[in-house]
Protein backbone atom coordinates (compact mmCIF):
# COMPACT_ATOMS: atom_id res chain seq x y z
CA UNK A 1 0.00 0.00 0.00
CA UNK A 2 3.24 2.42 0.24
CA UNK A 3 3.30 2.05 -3.70
CA UNK A 4 -0.53 2.71 -3.94
CA UNK A 5 -3.47 5.26 -2.29
CA UNK A 6 -6.48 4.20 -2.30
CA UNK A 7 -9.47 6.37 -4.18
CA UNK A 8 -12.98 6.36 -2.26
CA UNK A 9 -16.34 7.63 -2.68
CA UNK A 10 -19.71 6.84 -0.98
CA UNK A 11 -23.26 7.14 -1.92
CA UNK A 12 -25.61 6.48 0.35
CA UNK A 13 -29.03 6.18 0.19
CA UNK A 14 -30.90 7.61 3.06
CA UNK A 15 -34.85 6.38 3.02
CA UNK A 16 -36.87 9.76 4.44
CA UNK A 17 -39.18 9.18 7.37
CA UNK A 18 -42.42 9.87 5.86
CA UNK A 19 -45.71 8.21 5.98
CA UNK A 20 -46.59 8.01 2.57
CA UNK A 21 -44.44 7.63 -0.70
CA UNK A 22 -42.76 10.74 -2.41
CA UNK A 23 -45.13 10.99 -4.68
CA UNK A 24 -48.57 9.31 -4.15
CA UNK A 25 -50.41 8.69 -0.48
CA UNK A 26 -49.64 5.36 -0.63
CA UNK A 27 -47.83 4.03 2.98
CA UNK A 28 -44.28 3.21 3.29
CA UNK A 29 -45.11 1.21 6.52
CA UNK A 30 -41.52 -1.81 6.46
CA UNK A 31 -43.18 -5.39 6.48
CA UNK A 32 -46.61 -5.08 4.86
CA UNK A 33 -48.18 -8.03 2.46
CA UNK A 34 -46.63 -7.85 -0.30
CA UNK A 35 -48.21 -5.70 -3.17
CA UNK A 36 -50.32 -4.02 -0.52
CA UNK A 37 -49.06 -0.11 -0.58
CA UNK A 38 -48.81 0.41 -4.22
CA UNK A 39 -51.38 2.91 -6.32
CA UNK A 40 -51.76 3.57 -10.05
CA UNK A 41 -49.47 6.91 -9.64
CA UNK A 42 -46.34 4.37 -8.35
CA UNK A 43 -46.76 1.72 -10.68
CA UNK A 44 -46.89 4.27 -13.13
CA UNK A 45 -50.47 4.05 -14.88
CA UNK A 46 -50.95 6.02 -17.81
CA UNK A 47 -52.41 9.25 -17.08
CA UNK A 48 -51.64 9.17 -13.52
CA UNK A 49 -49.91 12.41 -11.89
CA UNK A 50 -47.06 12.49 -9.05
CA UNK A 51 -47.50 15.05 -6.59
CA UNK A 52 -43.74 16.09 -4.26
CA UNK A 53 -44.37 14.94 -0.57
CA UNK A 54 -43.35 17.99 1.46
CA UNK A 55 -42.32 16.46 4.05
CA UNK A 56 -39.84 15.09 2.33
CA UNK A 57 -38.30 17.47 0.79
CA UNK A 58 -38.50 19.49 4.55
CA UNK A 59 -36.27 16.36 5.95
CA UNK A 60 -34.24 16.38 2.74
CA UNK A 61 -33.39 20.38 3.53
CA UNK A 62 -32.72 19.49 6.86
CA UNK A 63 -29.89 17.06 6.07
CA UNK A 64 -28.36 19.27 3.26
CA UNK A 65 -28.27 22.42 5.99
CA UNK A 66 -26.89 19.79 8.97
CA UNK A 67 -23.99 18.79 6.51
CA UNK A 68 -23.29 22.49 5.55
CA UNK A 69 -24.98 22.19 1.95
CA UNK A 70 -25.84 25.07 -0.17
CA UNK A 71 -29.82 24.69 -1.16
CA UNK A 72 -30.74 25.82 -4.57
CA UNK A 73 -33.56 27.97 -4.65
CA UNK A 74 -34.36 25.59 -7.87
CA UNK A 75 -34.26 22.18 -8.73
CA UNK A 76 -35.39 20.14 -11.01
CA UNK A 77 -36.66 16.16 -11.06
CA UNK A 78 -35.60 14.09 -13.97
CA UNK A 79 -36.27 10.88 -15.26
CA UNK A 80 -33.98 7.97 -14.76
CA UNK A 81 -34.74 5.51 -17.43
CA UNK A 82 -33.89 1.92 -17.58
CA UNK A 83 -35.42 -1.42 -17.61
CA UNK A 84 -35.18 -3.63 -13.97
CA UNK A 85 -37.71 -5.55 -13.25
CA UNK A 86 -38.41 -3.97 -9.79
CA UNK A 87 -38.86 -0.62 -11.42
CA UNK A 88 -42.61 -0.53 -12.60
CA UNK A 89 -42.45 2.78 -14.51
CA UNK A 90 -39.53 1.63 -16.42
CA UNK A 91 -37.67 5.14 -15.21
CA UNK A 92 -37.08 6.21 -12.06
CA UNK A 93 -37.96 10.04 -10.57
CA UNK A 94 -34.78 11.59 -9.61
CA UNK A 95 -32.64 14.48 -9.90
CA UNK A 96 -29.57 15.01 -11.83
CA UNK A 97 -28.16 18.06 -13.72
CA UNK A 98 -29.75 20.60 -10.70
CA UNK A 99 -30.33 18.45 -7.82
CA UNK A 100 -31.75 19.92 -4.71
CA UNK A 101 -28.25 20.92 -2.87
CA UNK A 102 -24.79 20.45 -3.18
CA UNK A 103 -21.10 21.48 -1.77
CA UNK A 104 -21.22 20.30 1.80
CA UNK A 105 -18.67 18.17 4.18
CA UNK A 106 -18.42 16.73 7.43
CA UNK A 107 -15.90 15.73 9.51
CA UNK A 108 -14.39 12.38 10.99
CA UNK A 109 -11.41 11.35 13.20
CA UNK A 110 -8.48 10.11 11.48
CA UNK A 111 -5.54 7.88 12.65
CA UNK A 112 -4.13 11.34 11.78
CA UNK A 113 -6.32 13.73 13.13
CA UNK A 114 -9.47 15.29 12.22
CA UNK A 115 -10.39 15.85 8.74
CA UNK A 116 -13.11 17.36 6.35
CA UNK A 117 -14.72 15.14 3.98
CA UNK A 118 -16.56 16.65 0.55
CA UNK A 119 -20.19 15.89 -0.17
CA UNK A 120 -20.72 16.75 -3.60
CA UNK A 121 -24.35 16.41 -3.94
CA UNK A 122 -27.46 15.33 -2.17
CA UNK A 123 -30.86 14.63 -4.54
CA UNK A 124 -34.30 13.75 -3.95
CA UNK A 125 -35.42 10.20 -5.39
CA UNK A 126 -37.55 7.55 -5.15
CA UNK A 127 -37.18 4.05 -4.72
CA UNK A 128 -37.50 0.78 -6.95
CA UNK A 129 -38.89 -1.90 -5.77
CA UNK A 130 -37.82 -5.56 -4.40
CA UNK A 131 -36.48 -8.47 -5.92
CA UNK A 132 -36.74 -11.68 -3.69
CA UNK A 133 -34.80 -14.69 -4.97
CA UNK A 134 -34.60 -17.03 -2.06
CA UNK A 135 -36.58 -19.36 -0.79
CA UNK A 136 -37.54 -18.07 2.13
CA UNK A 137 -39.44 -15.84 0.47
CA UNK A 138 -41.48 -17.75 -1.50
CA UNK A 139 -38.95 -18.06 -4.45
CA UNK A 140 -38.20 -21.08 -6.01
CA UNK A 141 -34.82 -22.02 -8.10
CA UNK A 142 -36.35 -20.98 -11.63
CA UNK A 143 -38.37 -17.85 -10.40
CA UNK A 144 -38.11 -14.67 -8.61
CA UNK A 145 -40.69 -12.85 -6.99
CA UNK A 146 -41.72 -8.66 -7.25
CA UNK A 147 -42.55 -6.98 -4.35
CA UNK A 148 -42.99 -3.37 -5.38
CA UNK A 149 -44.43 -2.12 -1.92
CA UNK A 150 -41.13 0.13 -1.55
CA UNK A 151 -41.40 1.92 -5.28
CA UNK A 152 -41.78 5.25 -4.36
CA UNK A 153 -40.90 5.57 -1.04
CA UNK A 154 -38.84 8.81 -0.80
CA UNK A 155 -35.06 8.63 -0.81
CA UNK A 156 -32.10 11.13 -0.51
CA UNK A 157 -28.74 10.25 -2.60
CA UNK A 158 -25.97 11.99 -0.28
CA UNK A 159 -22.58 11.74 -2.88
CA UNK A 160 -19.29 12.04 -1.27
CA UNK A 161 -16.39 13.67 -2.78
CA UNK A 162 -13.82 10.92 -3.66
CA UNK A 163 -11.56 12.18 -0.22
CA UNK A 164 -11.46 8.91 1.63
CA UNK A 165 -7.70 6.65 1.61
CA UNK A 166 -8.82 3.24 3.45
CA UNK A 167 -11.84 1.41 4.50
CA UNK A 168 -11.54 2.43 8.20
CA UNK A 169 -12.47 6.30 6.60
CA UNK A 170 -15.22 4.90 4.80
CA UNK A 171 -16.19 3.37 7.92
CA UNK A 172 -16.25 6.39 9.83
CA UNK A 173 -17.88 8.54 7.54
CA UNK A 174 -21.16 6.57 6.98
CA UNK A 175 -21.06 6.57 11.01
CA UNK A 176 -21.22 9.97 10.90
CA UNK A 177 -23.40 10.37 8.66
CA UNK A 178 -25.60 7.98 9.71
CA UNK A 179 -25.72 9.60 13.41
CA UNK A 180 -26.38 13.19 11.20
CA UNK A 181 -29.64 11.28 9.54
CA UNK A 182 -30.95 10.12 12.56
CA UNK A 183 -30.02 13.23 14.69
CA UNK A 184 -32.40 15.08 12.07
CA UNK A 185 -35.20 12.58 12.18
CA UNK A 186 -34.60 12.20 8.44
CA UNK A 187 -33.83 8.50 8.35
CA UNK A 188 -34.08 5.59 11.01
CA UNK A 189 -30.81 4.70 9.88
CA UNK A 190 -31.79 0.74 10.12
CA UNK A 191 -29.46 -0.55 7.65
CA UNK A 192 -30.73 -4.61 8.34
CA UNK A 193 -33.84 -3.33 6.51
CA UNK A 194 -32.18 -1.23 4.04
CA UNK A 195 -33.53 2.43 5.26
CA UNK A 196 -29.53 3.23 4.91
CA UNK A 197 -27.10 1.44 2.45
CA UNK A 198 -24.33 2.80 0.30
CA UNK A 199 -22.53 1.65 -2.68
CA UNK A 200 -18.70 2.02 -2.77
CA UNK A 201 -16.80 3.58 -5.82
CA UNK A 202 -13.18 2.53 -5.48
CA UNK A 203 -10.54 3.26 -7.24
CA UNK A 204 -6.07 2.78 -6.40
CA UNK A 205 -3.48 4.94 -7.95
CA UNK A 206 0.25 5.94 -7.36
CA UNK A 207 0.46 8.22 -3.85
CA UNK A 208 -0.48 11.79 -5.77
CA UNK A 209 -0.76 10.91 -9.15
CA UNK A 210 -4.00 10.57 -11.47
CA UNK A 211 -6.99 9.41 -10.41
CA UNK A 212 -7.51 5.22 -11.39
CA UNK A 213 -9.97 3.37 -13.36
CA UNK A 214 -13.21 3.18 -10.40
CA UNK A 215 -15.44 0.18 -9.60
CA UNK A 216 -18.85 0.48 -8.13
CA UNK A 217 -19.75 -2.00 -5.26
CA UNK A 218 -23.38 -2.02 -4.74
CA UNK A 219 -25.80 -1.73 -1.82
CA UNK A 220 -23.61 -2.19 1.28
CA UNK A 221 -26.21 -2.46 3.94
CA UNK A 222 -23.44 -3.06 7.09
CA UNK A 223 -20.84 -1.27 8.18
CA UNK A 224 -18.64 -4.68 8.46
CA UNK A 225 -19.50 -5.24 4.93
CA UNK A 226 -18.55 -1.98 3.48
CA UNK A 227 -14.96 -2.45 4.95
CA UNK A 228 -14.76 -5.77 3.79
CA UNK A 229 -15.81 -5.10 0.41
CA UNK A 230 -13.36 -1.94 -0.30
CA UNK A 231 -10.71 -3.99 1.36
CA UNK A 232 -11.31 -6.47 -0.89
CA UNK A 233 -11.86 -4.06 -3.81
CA UNK A 234 -8.20 -2.48 -3.24
CA UNK A 235 -6.24 -5.49 -2.82
CA UNK A 236 -7.93 -6.56 -6.22
CA UNK A 237 -7.14 -3.66 -8.47
CA UNK A 238 -3.54 -3.71 -7.20
CA UNK A 239 -3.32 -7.07 -7.90
CA UNK A 240 -4.39 -6.64 -11.73
CA UNK A 241 -2.15 -3.68 -12.07
CA UNK A 242 0.97 -5.11 -10.66
CA UNK A 243 0.45 -8.40 -12.80
CA UNK A 244 0.26 -5.58 -15.96
CA UNK A 245 -3.49 -5.87 -16.30
CA UNK A 246 -5.86 -3.06 -16.83
CA UNK A 247 -9.31 -2.22 -14.13
CA UNK A 248 -12.21 -2.27 -15.95
CA UNK A 249 -14.47 0.18 -15.07
CA UNK A 250 -18.25 -2.01 -13.70
CA UNK A 251 -20.90 -2.34 -11.22
CA UNK A 252 -19.86 -5.21 -8.49
CA UNK A 253 -22.03 -6.77 -5.92
CA UNK A 254 -20.09 -7.85 -2.66
CA UNK A 255 -20.58 -11.36 -1.72
CA UNK A 256 -20.41 -11.78 2.49
CA UNK A 257 -20.05 -15.64 2.27
CA UNK A 258 -17.00 -15.21 0.23
CA UNK A 259 -15.70 -12.35 1.32
CA UNK A 260 -15.30 -11.35 -2.48
CA UNK A 261 -16.90 -8.85 -5.05
CA UNK A 262 -18.01 -9.77 -8.09
CA UNK A 263 -18.66 -8.62 -11.88
CA UNK A 264 -22.76 -7.22 -12.25
CA UNK A 265 -22.47 -5.68 -14.85
CA UNK A 266 -20.36 -2.49 -16.95
CA UNK A 267 -20.73 0.61 -15.42
CA UNK A 268 -23.03 2.99 -17.27
CA UNK A 269 -22.34 6.81 -17.70
CA UNK A 270 -24.75 9.52 -17.18
CA UNK A 271 -25.91 9.06 -20.76
CA UNK A 272 -26.92 5.90 -20.51
CA UNK A 273 -29.80 6.61 -18.33
CA UNK A 274 -31.42 9.22 -21.32
CA UNK A 275 -31.94 11.40 -18.30
CA UNK A 276 -34.38 13.93 -19.04
CA UNK A 277 -36.60 16.37 -17.24
CA UNK A 278 -39.62 14.68 -15.38
CA UNK A 279 -42.71 15.86 -18.04
CA UNK A 280 -45.48 15.96 -15.05
CA UNK A 281 -43.81 18.13 -11.92
CA UNK A 282 -42.63 21.46 -12.23
CA UNK A 283 -39.40 22.60 -11.12
CA UNK A 284 -39.07 22.47 -7.05
CA UNK A 285 -38.66 25.59 -5.72
CA UNK A 286 -37.30 26.50 -2.27
CA UNK A 287 -38.12 30.34 -0.88
CA UNK A 288 -35.51 31.13 1.98
CA UNK A 289 -38.01 31.63 4.60
CA UNK A 290 -38.20 28.02 4.41
CA UNK A 291 -35.17 27.60 4.40
CA UNK A 292 -34.64 29.35 7.68
CA UNK A 293 -37.45 27.99 9.19
CA UNK A 294 -35.65 24.63 8.63
CA UNK A 295 -32.49 25.52 10.09
CA UNK A 296 -33.86 27.14 13.34
CA UNK A 297 -35.47 23.49 13.94
CA UNK A 298 -32.06 21.51 13.79
CA UNK A 299 -30.71 20.39 16.94
CA UNK A 300 -27.06 20.01 17.74
CA UNK A 301 -25.31 17.92 15.36
CA UNK A 302 -22.66 14.87 16.63
CA UNK A 303 -19.53 16.28 16.05
CA UNK A 304 -19.79 19.89 17.42
CA UNK A 305 -22.21 17.90 20.30
CA UNK A 306 -18.76 15.60 20.79
CA UNK A 307 -16.17 18.58 20.56
CA UNK A 308 -18.90 20.66 22.79
CA UNK A 309 -18.24 17.49 25.46
CA UNK A 310 -14.45 17.98 25.17
CA UNK A 311 -14.31 21.34 25.85
CA UNK A 312 -16.89 21.67 28.30
CA UNK A 313 -16.62 18.68 30.63
CA UNK A 314 -12.89 17.29 29.65
CA UNK A 315 -13.81 14.03 27.77
CA UNK A 316 -11.65 12.34 25.56
CA UNK A 317 -12.07 11.74 22.34
CA UNK A 318 -13.31 8.26 22.88
CA UNK A 319 -16.05 8.97 25.68
CA UNK A 320 -17.27 12.13 23.81
CA UNK A 321 -17.90 10.04 20.66
CA UNK A 322 -19.82 7.47 22.03
CA UNK A 323 -22.00 9.60 23.92
CA UNK A 324 -23.40 11.66 21.00
CA UNK A 325 -23.78 7.72 19.02
CA UNK A 326 -27.18 8.44 19.23
CA UNK A 327 -29.57 12.32 19.96
CA UNK A 328 -31.27 10.11 22.89
CA UNK A 329 -28.14 8.83 24.67
CA UNK A 330 -26.11 11.98 24.48
CA UNK A 331 -29.90 14.15 25.61
CA UNK A 332 -29.66 10.90 28.29
CA UNK A 333 -26.23 12.12 29.44
CA UNK A 334 -26.77 15.54 29.66
CA UNK A 335 -30.44 15.07 31.80
CA UNK A 336 -28.28 13.00 34.29
CA UNK A 337 -25.56 16.09 34.43
CA UNK A 338 -28.92 18.22 35.69
CA UNK A 339 -30.27 15.60 38.22
CA UNK A 340 -26.59 16.71 40.10
CA UNK A 341 -24.01 14.14 38.89
CA UNK A 342 -20.71 15.41 37.81
CA UNK A 343 -19.83 15.09 33.49
CA UNK A 344 -16.82 13.00 34.62
CA UNK A 345 -19.32 10.70 36.53
CA UNK A 346 -22.05 10.98 34.46
CA UNK A 347 -20.11 9.64 31.41
CA UNK A 348 -18.45 6.84 33.08
CA UNK A 349 -22.05 5.45 34.24
CA UNK A 350 -23.96 6.24 30.89
CA UNK A 351 -21.50 4.39 29.10
CA UNK A 352 -20.87 1.18 31.08
CA UNK A 353 -23.79 1.09 33.68
CA UNK A 354 -26.39 2.03 31.36
CA UNK A 355 -25.66 0.74 28.01
CA UNK A 356 -24.44 -2.43 29.40
CA UNK A 357 -27.39 -2.87 31.31
CA UNK A 358 -30.25 -1.87 27.69
CA UNK A 359 -27.58 -4.60 25.85
CA UNK A 360 -28.12 -7.06 28.66
CA UNK A 361 -31.82 -6.50 28.71
CA UNK A 362 -32.22 -6.12 25.26
CA UNK A 363 -34.03 -2.75 25.83
CA UNK A 364 -34.27 0.49 23.82
CA UNK A 365 -32.90 3.37 26.52
CA UNK A 366 -36.27 5.19 25.97
CA UNK A 367 -37.73 1.97 27.47
CA UNK A 368 -34.97 1.73 30.10
CA UNK A 369 -36.40 1.86 33.77
CA UNK A 370 -33.69 4.11 35.04
CA UNK A 371 -34.06 7.62 33.91
CA UNK A 372 -31.48 10.20 33.57
CA UNK A 373 -33.21 11.65 36.88
CA UNK A 374 -32.78 8.56 38.70
CA UNK A 375 -29.32 8.01 37.50
CA UNK A 376 -28.59 11.88 38.34
CA UNK A 377 -29.59 11.64 41.72
CA UNK A 378 -27.90 7.89 42.37
CA UNK A 379 -24.69 9.81 40.93
CA UNK A 380 -25.46 12.76 43.41
CA UNK A 381 -25.43 10.63 46.63
CA UNK A 382 -22.77 9.29 45.81
CA UNK A 383 -20.34 12.50 45.29
CA UNK A 384 -21.79 13.55 48.44
CA UNK A 385 -21.13 10.84 50.41
CA UNK A 386 -24.68 9.45 51.18
CA UNK A 387 -24.29 5.89 49.87
CA UNK A 388 -21.18 4.43 48.65
CA UNK A 389 -19.95 3.42 45.04
CA UNK A 390 -20.85 -0.29 45.75
CA UNK A 391 -24.03 0.95 46.97
CA UNK A 392 -24.81 2.82 44.30
CA UNK A 393 -24.55 -0.32 41.71
CA UNK A 394 -27.01 -2.27 44.24
CA UNK A 395 -29.63 0.90 43.59
CA UNK A 396 -28.27 1.11 40.22
CA UNK A 397 -29.77 -2.78 39.68
CA UNK A 398 -32.58 -2.53 42.20
CA UNK A 399 -33.77 0.52 39.85
CA UNK A 400 -33.15 -1.38 36.87
CA UNK A 401 -35.25 -4.39 37.80
CA UNK A 402 -37.87 -2.36 39.92
CA UNK A 403 -37.89 1.23 39.62
CA UNK A 404 -38.15 3.29 41.93
CA UNK A 405 -37.11 6.42 43.85
CA UNK A 406 -32.97 6.19 44.30
CA UNK A 407 -33.21 7.40 47.99
CA UNK A 408 -36.39 4.92 48.93
CA UNK A 409 -34.18 2.37 47.50
CA UNK A 410 -31.42 3.55 49.98
CA UNK A 411 -33.76 3.44 53.04
CA UNK A 412 -35.09 0.16 52.18
CA UNK A 413 -32.08 -1.77 51.72
CA UNK A 414 -30.07 0.55 54.53
CA UNK A 415 -27.45 1.36 51.94
CA UNK A 416 -26.88 4.96 53.48
CA UNK A 417 -23.22 5.53 54.01
CA UNK A 418 -22.07 5.21 57.85
CA UNK A 419 -19.84 8.76 58.37
CA UNK A 420 -20.45 8.99 62.05
CA UNK A 421 -17.07 9.35 63.44
CA UNK A 422 -17.58 8.34 66.82
CA UNK A 423 -19.80 5.11 65.19
CA UNK A 424 -16.96 4.58 63.37
CA UNK A 425 -14.43 5.00 65.45
CA UNK A 426 -15.82 1.95 67.68
CA UNK A 427 -15.85 -0.27 64.60
CA UNK A 428 -11.93 0.23 64.84
CA UNK A 429 -11.02 -0.07 68.06
CA UNK A 430 -13.11 -3.84 67.96
CA UNK A 431 -10.77 -4.62 65.22
CA UNK A 432 -8.39 -4.03 66.40
CA UNK A 433 -8.75 -6.10 69.22
CA UNK A 434 -9.84 -9.12 67.52
CA UNK A 435 -6.95 -8.70 65.09
CA UNK A 436 -4.12 -8.08 67.82
CA UNK A 437 -1.48 -10.43 65.34
CA UNK A 438 -1.73 -8.28 62.50
CA UNK A 439 -1.90 -4.79 64.32
CA UNK A 440 1.17 -5.92 65.86
CA UNK A 441 2.77 -6.83 62.28
CA UNK A 442 1.49 -3.70 60.70
CA UNK A 443 3.66 -1.70 64.10
CA UNK A 444 6.98 -3.63 63.48
CA UNK A 445 6.97 -2.23 59.84
CA UNK A 446 4.86 -4.27 57.60
CA UNK A 447 2.71 -1.67 56.80
CA UNK A 448 0.60 -3.18 53.65
CA UNK A 449 -1.40 -5.33 56.89
CA UNK A 450 -3.04 -1.84 57.34
CA UNK A 451 -5.41 -2.71 53.92
CA UNK A 452 -6.29 -5.68 55.75
CA UNK A 453 -7.07 -3.98 58.61
CA UNK A 454 -9.32 -1.30 56.48
CA UNK A 455 -11.32 -4.44 54.95
CA UNK A 456 -12.19 -5.57 58.35
CA UNK A 457 -13.88 -2.35 59.46
CA UNK A 458 -15.68 -2.26 56.35
CA UNK A 459 -16.69 -5.88 57.00
CA UNK A 460 -17.68 -4.70 60.38
CA UNK A 461 -19.86 -2.05 58.78
CA UNK A 462 -21.14 -4.11 56.35
CA UNK A 463 -19.76 -2.54 53.91
CA UNK A 464 -21.64 1.44 54.92
CA UNK A 465 -18.72 3.30 56.36
CA UNK A 466 -17.25 5.79 54.94
CA UNK A 467 -13.88 4.66 53.08
CA UNK A 468 -12.22 7.50 53.43
CA UNK A 469 -13.22 8.63 56.80
CA UNK A 470 -12.43 4.83 58.11
CA UNK A 471 -9.29 5.20 56.68
CA UNK A 472 -8.37 7.98 58.45
CA UNK A 473 -10.04 7.28 62.30
CA UNK A 474 -8.14 3.76 62.09
CA UNK A 475 -4.68 5.45 61.62
CA UNK A 476 -5.50 7.51 64.43
CA UNK A 477 -6.44 4.67 67.01
CA UNK A 478 -3.29 2.60 65.92
CA UNK A 479 -1.30 5.16 66.11
CA UNK A 480 -3.21 5.76 69.68
CA UNK A 481 -2.91 3.06 70.60
CA UNK A 482 0.83 2.59 69.59
CA UNK A 483 1.68 5.76 72.27
Not at 86 to 100: C, N, T, V
Not at 372 to 390: D, N, R
Amino acid sequence: MVRWEAVIGLEVHARLLTRSKLFCACETAFGAAPNSKVCPVCLGYPGALPVPNRTAIDLAIRVALATGCTIHAESVFARKNYFYPDLPKGYQISQFDKPLATGGSLEIATRDGAREIGIIRIHVEEDAGKLIHDATGGATDDTSLVDLNRAGTPLIEIVSAPDLRSSEEAIAYLTRLRQIVMYCDACDGNMEEGSLRCDANVSVRRPGGELGTRTEVKNLNSFRFLGRAVDFEIERQIALLERGERVVQETRLFDPAEGVTRAMRSKEEAHDYRYFPEPDLPPLVIDVESISRIREGLPEMPGPRAARYRRDFALNVEDSETLVTSRELADYFERTIAAGASARAAANWVKNEVLGSCNQCKVELRDFRVTAEMLGETISMVESSEISGKAAKEVFEAMATNGGSPREIVERLGLAQLSDRDAIRAIARRVIAANAAQVEQFRSGRTGIFGFLVGQVMKESQGRANPEIANQILRECLDTEAR
